[in-house]
């Protein structure tokens, strides 16, 4: 499965920003999917992760309560909703699908086996 992020920008302390993840090539509800990102300086951290049927998401406590993490199957379509944001969240994040046919959400990185190119956020104060 490829695995194609849009959605990131400039935006300011407090504002809202929704990331895109659309899978090609396989179909995604058979993945298990994710969010990641890297500051710089940083090392790659887990956001946010999904099941295949849509539900038991499981979030970092960093961004617990204000990002949301849903999906849309029938658009092949992986979502995160970031709101209340914070020059924290400045990173860029990746999507991430688990293997096929893989049902445990993960939160390792190295659970993960399909990455796409990821979107730059920044958030400033």
């Known amino acids: 499965v490829q695995l194609q992020a849009c959605g990131g920008g400039l935006v300011q302390a407090g504002d809202s920003l929704r990331l895109s993840c659309t899978a090609s090539?396989?179909?995604?509800?058979?993945?298990?999917m994710g969010w990641f990102r890297q500051a710089p300086g940083k090392g790659r951290e887990f956001v946010a992760a999904?099941?295949?049927?849509?539900?038991?998401?499981k979030y970092a406590d960093s961004v617990k309560g204000r990002f949301t993490i849903f999906r849309d199957d029938a658009k092949n379509t992986l979502y995160l909703q970031m709101d209340s944001l914070t020059p924290l969240d400045s990173a860029v994040y990746s999507c991430?699908?688990?293997?096929?046919?893989?049902?445990?959400?993960?939160?390792?990185?190295?659970?993960?086996?399909?990455w796409g190119q990821g979107t730059q956020v920044t958030v400033s104060s």
């Open positions: 090539g396989r179909t995604a509800s058979n993945y298990v």
């Open positions: 999904i099941s295949r049927a849509g539900g038991s998401p």
């Open positions: 991430a699908a688990r293997g096929g046919g893989i049902t445990v959400i993960a939160s390792d990185r190295r659970q993960y086996a399909y």
